[in-house]
């Protein structure tokens, strides 16, 4: 199927949704990176310079409908799916109504039944297996239509899970998309010592797939690709690999000292590839929006954050008496699983 025939490109509203979404995400992630200094969030994983990838693979899926299998980066993915800054806080900080679940999983393991976000492991890698037993469920229940999109860093391709999971795919030729959103970096292991090829994508024909390479800077680059490869999937053409280059701007986590591994002058050569700043600059140059519209965006980004994070400090933490619930294996646990 041809660009043309999917949509030769995307239209001002896409775009400029797009471009509101990526804003958010990255006031979102300041926010979780100053409250982790504080002390008041333990853990975080940020997406801060991957939202082009993110939120581009959230313009071809149909929130709700296709299933997302994400890993512990996605949070502008999940973001564009439908979450809220206040869930995303509420997950970080380990309140009791946050929605993934309920203030007992550590930051990174998105989920929500409305919108079909299936939380993943912290196995790296062991969630792409799930995505596809997703997709062999939907094979022989006779379902079709239906999507199912997993993302990973280039680290989990060294994982015996990857490799199962995409063997299982090419035989059987199932509904998955896997994105790899290749950032350069397995933690601070660099792509040529973790990866035996160039490219991510080079692996797919092994499998029995097409392999895609995008420049995951690029919003457009991205929801093309990604369209592309969710049209496979949804006529029951099989899955697709597709490699989304990019980089993150900040450390692996708050608990890891980049500065240890990567050239200052590398991180700056990327800031300058900033894909929030390249997408702004497409909407004034290509689609003719002020840059007030701009500023707006991202000073409206920075109040619900504001106010999400109020929210999210006056909420309870979990309450003792509940702390048998909703773990496998117990007697209250059992049955007592979060709708």
């Not at 043309?4 to 958010?24: G, I, K, N, W």
């Not at 899926?61 to 979450?83: E, F, K, N, S, T």
């Not at 006529?235 to 708050?254: F, Q």
Request: net charge negative; charged share 20%; proline share 5%.
């Amino acid at each position: 199927m041809h660009d043309e025939e999917l949509a030769p490109t995307l239209c001002v509203d896409d775009v400029l949704s797009a471009y509101t979404t990526m804003v958010l995400a990255r006031a979102v992630d300041d926010r979780l990176w100053q409250l982790s200094r504080q002390g008041r969030a333990h853990f975080v994983i940020t997406s801060a310079g991957h939202e082009a990838t993110q939120v581009g693979m959230a313009l071809a899926i149909r929130a709700g409908h296709d299933y997302v299998v994400p890993y512990y980066r996605d949070m502008a993915l999940v973001l564009a799916l439908g979450q809220t800054p206040r869930d995303l806080l509420l997950h970080a900080m380990g309140r009791a109504a946050d929605p993934a679940s309920g203030g007992r999983q550590m930051y990174g393991h998105f989920s929500s039944r409305a919108r079909r976000i299936v939380s993943g492991s912290s196995s790296v890698g062991s969630h792409l297996v799930h995505a596809v037993g997703l997709a062999f469920a939907l094979r022989i229940g006779g379902e079709r239509d239906i999507a199912v999109v997993t993302s990973f860093g280039e680290g989990a391709t060294a994982e015996g899970a990857w490799h199962e999971a995409l063997t299982i795919a090419g035989i059987h030729q199932l509904p998955v998309v896997f994105v790899c959103e290749s950032n350069q970096y397995a933690i601070s292991m660099p792509h040529h010592a973790e990866v035996p090829v160039a490219d991510v994508a080079l692996k797919a024909a092994g499998y029995g797939m097409p392999g895609e390479v995008v420049d995951g800077n690029d919003l457009r680059a991205v929801a093309l690709a990604m369209r592309r490869a969710m049209a496979r999937a949804r006529a029951d053409a099989g899955p697709t690999l597709l490699e989304c280059k990019t980089y993150r701007l900040r450390p692996h986590s708050n608990a890891d000292d980049d500065r240890r591994y990567r050239a200052p002058a590398e991180v700056d050569a990327w800031r300058a590839r900033d894909p929030i700043t390249r997408c702004g600059q497409v909407l004034m140059h290509d689609y003719g929006i002020a840059p007030a519209v701009l500023a707006q965006i991202a000073e409206q980004a920075r109040a619900e954050v504001d106010q999400a994070t109020l929210d999210a400090d006056a909420a309870p933490p979990p309450h003792p008496a509940t702390i048998t619930e909703h773990v496998f294996g117990t007697a209250a646990g059992r049955g007592s699983g979060r709708r």
